[in-house]
């Protein structure tokens, strides 16, 4: 098994005003491929800013990153930017799919970055991607056409389309109702049952119940990191949730 | 980085606003049909007032008695105006070596009269080469001869205008015999139509005669009114005139550092004069409709502005799947750009049309010169790169972290 993420004593630090703010204190955690992480913790456990150093937006203070083996922490910004563009796909808990385009346009974002694929590949790809979370169908519409789930399954094969060797989700199912997020989770079990890695950003403690393994923070520290023996399959407990009634 | 791709992103978000994409080029559009039909204006009242000049005649230089009238001072005496004599005229046509046609000019005002109708003309007393400096043609008859002028034979040359007012229109008055202040005279020839002159007066209502006969039976003079002559060749003509001004100095016997008792003009000077006015107007209309186009491209910094701050979470998302900050500064300059060569090409089929609609509306003379379209097509693309380079910086320099959750 590979090491995709490896941080050993990764610590970051900020400065507000004349304070140092401690905001990662020093952590070391390896995910290997075919992992599904949650990472949790509350607000100010510094969740965010581990997210931010793993996807390749930020750079630790101290300690050393190695993302598929690659060193990033000596990356110049372009540099990480091409290995955003090549090893990381995003799914944000605000869908932040691009306005009036279509889900195809959308999913084709991360590859018009990437001068080696061909427009037609490029088209090709997407649409598998987009075939693959089950929205063969709504190709040619626009985000404000779908619904919330939708759009996330949209976002889930942008962060596809670039074939990345770790999908980063940050609260991804945060704007969802439970059945939806349930859909969603269950998506992210299929994909990781294909193979992905995949490191989920989240503070609720059902979500974290399909994952293999959870890291808690808290305080810039990780507290716990376990393995999980009976790991939850999202597609049951969807099937157990009560069937939705209108009652009006 | 692929910059067609990058192009295609500019394109599509400039067609996911096009209101706002055509309010922010409205600016440059306004601007660039300002410069384009202001330019048109004033490059066609210039060209249409040289080519009334140079209708006048070809290469003429004109030499008439008193000071230059464009140089001021008190107002010559009546006696100076008789300064100019046929010996000028002699030395003139012996000395210079310049001249190609020269042709003396006495004046003389009066009625003809045809049968029962009347046309106040002047009457002008000239020689043969005169129809040549002044591009006259002959319709219909002969110029005068030698042996007419010599003997001050009662013969004259009719101007359409003339024509039409005594013998009616279309008619033809050779060898028919009209009277000028009483003196009977034979009309031996009619001159082509020449239309007006720049300054609106009608070069068709004229009487020739030879300018013996003027000076000896109409008004009974021994000096001359003026002398017009040509050039050999345009080129020539400042040498011409300054040749002429030492001949008649001399003639005149003015001596060293005294004042000339006559003037010589040329046409090139006419030209000269009456261009260069109108390039100052050029010039203004040129600089007011630039205002506009430097107005349009704040138009589009401001928007570009309000469009980077709109789309800070677009551009965060664009960086975190992969865009480099030049990536990000190169697609909002592609906008910033496409917008104006847009705005800009609209505003040049705009200016073009309203020049052609001016043009036969108000029947205004109109040049669109391809400088001009060339200039402002510059002016607006700089516009561009110069007004979206700012905020495109600004898009660039975003950091990404904040940029993807901002609010």
């Known amino acids: 098994m590979t090491d995709i993420i490896k941080v050993d004593h990764l610590k970051r630090e900020f400065i507000v005003g004349d304070q140092r703010v401690l905001a990662l204190r020093g952590i070391s955690f390896t995910v290997q491929q075919g992992e599904f992480v949650t990472i949790m913790g509350t607000s100010g456990s510094g969740k965010s800013t581990l997210l931010n150093i793993l996807g390749c937006l930020d750079t630790p203070t101290e300690g050393e990153y190695l993302l598929d083996g690659i060193p990033v922490r000596s990356m110049s910004k372009n540099e990480r930017a091409k290995l955003r563009n090549m090893k990381i796909g995003f799914v944000f808990q605000t869908y932040n799919l691009l306005p009036r385009t279509t889900a195809l346009e959308n999913v084709e974002l991360p590859l018009m970055y990437n001068s080696a694929v061909s427009a037609k590949e490029r088209r090709e790809k997407a649409m598998h991607v987009l075939e693959s979370v089950g929205l063969a169908e709504r190709m040619h519409h626009m985000p404000n056409q779908m619904s919330g789930g939708q759009q996330q399954r949209v976002a889930i094969a942008r962060a596809l389309v670039n074939d990345p060797v770790i999908i980063l989700a940050d609260e991804a199912t945060g704007n969802l109702d439970t059945r939806t997020s349930y859909e969603i989770m269950s998506l992210f079990q299929q994909l990781n049952s294909e193979g992905k890695t995949i490191a989920f950003v989240t503070h609720e403690p059902d979500i974290a119940l399909f994952s293999q393994r959870s890291i808690m923070l808290r305080d810039g520290r990780i507290t716990k990191d376990e393995k999980r023996e009976k790991v939850g399959s999202a597609a049951e407990s969807l099937a157990l949730l009560p069937v939705e009634v209108d009652t009006y | ?407």
């Not at chain 2, 005229?89 to 210079?96: G, R």
């Open chain 2, 1 to 407: 980085m692929n910059i067609a791709n990058l192009f295609r992103i500019s394109l599509k978000a400039l067609v996911s606003n096009k209101f706002r994409a055509l309010l922010t080029m409205l600016g440059i559009i306004i601007g660039v049909a300002a410069v384009i039909a202001m330019l048109a204006i004033g490059q066609g009242s210039k060209k249409s007032i040289q080519d009334e000049i140079s209708k006048m005649g070809s290469n003429m230089i004109m030499v008439q008695p008193g000071a230059d009238m464009f140089s001021g001072g008190a107002r010559m005496s009546a006696s100076a105006n008789q300064s100019m004599v046929l010996e000028d005229y002699d030395a003139l046509k012996a000395q210079s070596n310049y001249i190609s046609a020269i042709s003396p000019m006495v004046n003389a005002s009066g009625q003809s009269i045809y049968g029962a109708n009347n046309w106040p003309v002047g009457m002008q007393g000239v020689n043969q080469d005169y129809l040549s400096i002044r591009k006259y043609g002959i319709q219909s008859g002969r110029i005068f001869t030698e042996r007419e002028i010599n003997s001050a034979a009662k013969v004259c040359l009719l101007g359409q205008t003339v024509v039409e007012e005594l013998f009616g229109e279309g008619a033809d008055p050779v060898g028919k015999s009209i009277r000028y202040n009483k003196i009977p005279f034979e009309v031996i020839g009619v001159l082509t139509e020449k239309g007006e002159n720049g300054m609106g007066q009608d070069q068709d209502d004229v009487l020739l005669a030879p300018y013996t006969t003027v000076q000896k039976r109409v008004v009974a003079i021994t000096y001359l009114n003026g002398i017009y002559c040509s050039a050999t060749t345009e080129d020539v003509s400042d040498k011409a005139k300054a040749e002429m001004e030492a001949i008649l100095r001399v003639q005149h016997k003015i001596k060293e550092g005294d004042d000339d008792d006559f003037h010589v003009r040329s046409q090139k000077e006419m030209l000269t004069m009456f261009s260069s006015t109108n390039s100052v107007m050029t010039i203004l209309l040129a600089v007011i409709a630039g205002i506009s186009l430097i107005v349009g491209g704040i138009g589009i910094m401001n928007i570009m502005f309000v469009s980077v701050t709109e789309r800070t979470r677009e551009i965060g998302l664009r960086m975190a799947v992969g865009a480099r900050g030049l990536d990000i500064l190169t697609q909002f300059l592609i906008e910033a750009v496409l917008i104006s060569i847009v705005g800009g090409i609209i505003g040049v089929a705009i200016g073009v049309g309203s020049s052609f609609i001016i043009k036969s509306m108000l029947n205004w003379p109109i040049v669109i010169t391809t400088s001009s379209i060339v200039l402002s097509f510059a002016v607006c693309t700089f516009t561009g790169v110069f007004f979206g380079w700012y905020p495109a910086k600004k898009a660039a320099n975003l950091d990404p972290i904040d940029a993807i959750r901002y609010e």
